[in-house]
């Protein structure tokens, strides 16, 4: 089959379900800016990544007729022609309960053609993957479908509570990943910690290295070979046996906040993965049911010198039970 074509053409077969021949895809601003082989492995959902990079390497992937790395980034307006392949069946998209749409609907803290930042519930799982058929963005493009572009801009724990943001638009996307990597967006969390916390512990300095055990499970670690991480604490309020402290990270690792504080001798409550069991068990029986975590606030700065975004989420009232019914020092 020939790759010339007319616009025309390129619509209809874009429309087409990949794997049963030839087909061309239009770039939209939703995917500008993405490198190919990470588009290929969305649009051919259950091919595995060694055949992505092999039809991208023998050539049979092109962009307006030519061949590209798979590094190349896609601009708007690019053709791409996609070679069939042979695709696995796609599962039917799972609903969004009533309860699940109720929730996140009246948990978005602000929202504009280019970013939604929501106060996530604890027990839901940013995204599906290990076991979990549904996370938050994948019930959010349920619940939105006419939103072409829809990802998550960071992530927090499955049992982490708070502000998460989700971008619209993928320049938007590109963006706020440029602002968390050189350290603009100001993430602040609240944490209730076993013990006393020391006036004096103000910053934690920790590498911290990434292990997945047999089970599948990840686990962190301080380890001379992990990355250079830091933590900011101050208190917030004191209890007997208890510290609320808020933490802001000045790294964006994985399981950070937990390691650190467990790092200085003060785990996080209701942390059944790095917890003091004894610590948790005591405050289980004062009605804490759930890891003691919560992204209390963002403060993002806009493209083209617009105002800052300020966001903040209050405590579940779980959590806050929990802390009016300690006694303070």
């Given at each position: 089959m020939?790759?010339?074509?007319?616009?025309?053409?390129?619509?209809?077969?874009?429309?087409?379900?990949?794997?049963?021949?030839?087909?061309?895809?239009?770039?939209?601003?939703?995917?500008?800016?993405?490198?190919?082989?990470?588009?290929?492995?969305?649009?051919?959902?259950?091919?595995?990544?060694?055949?992505?990079?092999?039809?991208?390497r023998k050539g049979e992937v092109r962009v307006n007729k030519g061949r590209v790395k798979a590094e190349y980034k896609l601009?708007?307006?690019?053709?791409?022609?996609?070679?069939?392949?042979r695709v696995a069946e796609e599962k039917a998209r799972q609903g969004v309960s009533e309860s699940l749409h109720?929730?996140?609907?009246?948990?978005?803290l602000f929202e504009d053609d280019r970013l939604m930042v929501i106060n996530k519930p604890s027990g839901l799982a940013v995204h599906g993957?290990?076991?979990?058929?549904?996370?938050?963005?994948?019930?959010?493009?349920?619940?939105?479908?006419?939103?072409?572009?829809?990802e998550l801009v960071h992530?927090?724990?499955?049992?982490?509570?708070?502000?998460?943001?989700?971008?619209k638009k993928r320049s938007m996307l590109r963006y706020l990943h440029e602002q968390l990597r050189t350290g603009k967006v100001d993430k602040r969390y609240l944490a209730l910690v076993a013990g006393r916390w020391p006036n004096r512990r103000k910053l934690v300095k920790a590498p911290l290295l990434k292990n997945t055990l047999r089970s599948g499970e990840r686990m962190v670690n301080v380890s001379p070979e992990g990355k250079q991480s830091t933590?900011?604490?101050?208190?917030?309020?004191?209890?007997?046996?208890?510290?609320?402290?808020?933490?802001?990270?000045?790294?964006?690792?994985?399981?950070?906040?937990?390691?650190?504080?467990?790092?200085?001798?003060?785990?996080?409550?209701?942390?059944?993965?790095?917890?003091?069991?004894?610590?948790?068990?005591?405050?289980?029986?004062?009605?804490?049911?759930?890891?003691?975590?919560?992204?209390?606030s963002l403060r993002v700065p806009m493209p083209e010198d617009e105002k800052d975004l300020t966001v903040s989420a209050a405590l579940s009232p779980e959590l806050q039970s929990v802390l009016e019914n300690l006694p303070t020092e």
């Open positions: 020939t790759d010339l074509f007319t616009k025309d053409k390129a619509e209809k077969s874009a429309s087409s379900k990949p794997g049963n021949g030839v087909s061309f895809v239009e770039v939209t601003d939703a995917h500008a800016g993405q490198r190919i082989d990470n588009f290929l492995l969305r649009h051919l959902k259950g091919v595995p990544k060694s055949k992505i990079y092999r039809i991208v601009c708007e307006g690019d053709v791409i022609r996609v070679p069939p392949v109720q929730l996140l609907t009246s948990s978005i993957g290990s076991g979990i058929n549904q996370g938050l963005i994948e019930a959010l493009r349920v619940m939105r479908p006419e939103l072409r572009f829809l992530r927090l724990d499955r049992d982490t509570s708070g502000c998460i943001m989700i971008a933590t900011e604490f101050a208190i917030v309020e004191r209890y007997p046996q208890a510290t609320l402290v808020e933490a802001k990270p000045i790294t964006g690792r994985t399981h950070q906040i937990r390691v650190h504080a467990l790092h200085v001798g003060h785990p996080l409550l209701g942390d059944d993965k790095y917890g003091d069991q004894q610590a948790c068990q005591n405050f289980k029986q004062k009605g804490l049911k759930r890891l003691f975590l919560h992204a209390a």
